[in-house]
């Protein structure tokens, strides 16, 4: 119960999310250890849905450091440049995703150096026959609330074979940071003071639209909208500046009963280039009588990944406080299952 409100599953989704510091730290404790050669030139990560996120982390934690580049693959097949001078970090959850399979298999073909992340599953069968790398994560939860699991591993892995450092000093920081979060957000009986559950009463009945002040808060924006597609079962969106300055933010016109309809959610960090923030200004004045809601999240932390993982989490506790407004059960995810099925017996 909600104040006043329940649907199954949401004191579910509140512990999943709940656990996540704890994620961290039990990663923390492994010793991932894959023979990879020198000689890495990029890292593609392999994955769909929540298993594909923790790769886009590891690109935005990366994006402005002298690191190799990398990529992440959301689809059968592998980029054309991927070749024995690659890595690649196969990731699925449940191990049985047909896309990460197929890339996975596409890897192997190309040459390239691979290692796995999985509970278990064909893909983690494949691995153990193949005699490649493979890192067993726990069970037991959606891909969407195994985040910690599925990101952990991979900024382990490149501090260990060198080509990122300071990993495991910006997980310990995120770890705290998000105890500190889930102090103020987490509650079986949130109050209306609860930060997250405000956020989530102005969202009801409106489209979320969550804006990254920068593209390296674009995971940030990105888990934001799939967690409110699969824990609210409610559309959103997202962007970043300053890229939509110059498509979507023209888009926002008419019709007045649609846009009035919109509710946007700036994420800032605090590495914000000051151009960025005189757009997020000028676009929020400009669009001030065309678009009645605008709500600002903070990060929180020193270091790019806490920053992320903040606007994350926080993002998570407001999707699972939304389903709560809705009456919607936020753990099954019954379109995804159908069309699984279907696929699987077509």
């Not at 594909?52 to 402005?64: E, H, Q």
């Not at 985040?147 to 900024?155: C, E, V």
């Not at 382990?156 to 105890?179: F, H, P, Q």
């Not at 009035?260 to 923030?277: D, H, M, T």
Request: hydrophobic letters at 40%.
């Amino acid at each position: 119960m909600i104040n006043g409100f329940s649907a199954k599953g949401v004191k579910q989704m509140l512990d999943y999310i709940h656990g996540l510091p704890e994620q961290l730290e039990y990663c923390l404790e492994q010793d991932y250890r894959i023979p990879i050669a020198s000689g890495i030139s990029n890292v593609v990560v392999a994955g769909m849905g929540g298993s594909a996120i923790g790769g886009d982390v590891l690109r935005c934690c990366l994006n402005t450091r002298k690191s190799v580049p990398v990529l992440v693959s959301r689809d059968y097949r592998l980029p054309g440049f991927v070749g024995r001078d690659s890595l690649v970090l196969a990731v699925s959850y449940s191990g049985n995703t047909e896309e990460t399979i197929s890339a996975f298999e596409d890897a192997r073909a190309k040459g390239a150096q691979i290692a796995v992340v999985t509970t278990g599953g064909q893909l983690g069968s494949l691995a153990e026959k193949a005699g490649i790398p493979l890192i067993t994560i726990p069970a037991g939860l959606p891909p969407r609330s195994a985040l910690g699991y599925l990101f952990s591993p991979l900024a382990l892995i490149v501090e260990k074979i060198g080509l990122a450092d300071s990993m495991r000093y910006e997980l310990r920081e995120t770890t705290a940071v998000l105890k500190e979060i889930r102090e103020e957000l987490y509650a079986d009986e949130p109050d209306e003071a609860n930060p997250a559950l405000k956020l989530a009463r102005e969202l009801k009945d409106c489209i979320p639209v969550i804006w990254a002040a920068g593209s390296d808060l674009e995971v940030a924006a990105m888990r934001w909208k799939g967690q409110i597609n699969e824990n609210a079962k409610a559309p959103a969106y997202y962007n970043c500046f300053p890229e939509l300055n110059h498509n979507e933010f023209t888009g926002l016109e008419c019709p007045e009963t649609l846009t009035k309809k919109l509710a946007v959610i700036i994420l800032r960090g605090g590495e914000e280039n000051p151009r960025i923030g005189r757009r997020v200004d000028i676009t929020r004045e400009i669009l001030s009588d065309k678009i009645t809601k605008f709500l600002t999240v903070e990060a929180r932390g020193r270091s790019r990944m806490a920053q992320l993982f903040s606007l994350m989490y926080t993002g998570d506790f407001v999707s699972a406080y939304l389903a709560a407004i809705y009456g919607i059960d936020p753990v099954p995810v019954t379109l995804i299952e159908a069309l699984k099925k279907k696929l699987k017996d077509s």
